[in-house]
Every structure is written in structure tokens, then in C-alpha cells.
């Protein structure tokens, strides 16, 4: 008889080739999830570094022309309040005050008679 070139694989040697063909699989697939990882790492800090470019560039000049729009505009509603409004309230109040004295002078009450 003549003895086949090819033997069949024992079990135990069959469990050895599945054994070291799955610890190769987890090898490279966490090799695969570690350069995954350090490339995910280097995105991200490129990633920040283009947004603080972007706040100090773009964002921080932005903020400092709202600020003095604000203190702008604080300081014409203040120089309105005290210029134009201020003085019609106090002429106003006068006339109230002058009206006032007016009607209890004469008797005049300045309201319509009431219906009792």
C-alpha cells in the first residue's frame, strides 16, 4: 500500500491551527483599533487646534467690537435719558404741578363729574 502525501489533522492539531489563527485575528485587530485610535488622537488635537485658531483669529476681534458697540450704546442712552428725556419729564411734572394748583385755585378739579 502506498501512504497518502497528505495526513489528516489530528484533533488536537486541528484545535492548535484555530488557536493560533484566532491569537493572529486579535493581534491584528487590535492593532487595526490602536492605530485607529492614535490617528482618531491626531484628528482631534488638529481639530482643536483649528477651532483655538478660529476663537483667537475670528471669534476674539468679534467679541471686543461687541463689547464697545455696547458700551456705545450705553453711553447714547445714557446722554439721551439725560439731554432729551430727563428735561421733557421735569417740564412735564411742572405742567402737572402748575395744572394741579390751577384747578384747586379755581375749583376746578380737572375730572368729569361722576354719575352717583
Known sequence: METPLVTLLSLQDAR???IIAAGSLTILVLLAVFIFTVVLGIAARALLGAVRSLLRDEVSPLLRDV????RRI???A????E??????IRVYGIYA???RVVGVLSGITGRRNRRS
Not at 463689547?67 to 455696547?70: G, I, L, P, W
Not at 445714557?78 to 435719558?81: C, D, V
Not at 439731554?83 to 421733557?88: H, K, Q, R, Y
Open 16 to 18: 492548535d491551527i484555530i
Open 67 to 70: 463689547h464697545q458697540t455696547v
Open 74 to 76: 450705553r453711553g447714547t
Open 78 to 81: 445714557t446722554f439721551i435719558s
Open 83 to 88: 439731554m432729551a428725556v430727563t428735561p421733557v
Open 97 to 99: 404741578g402748575a395744572r
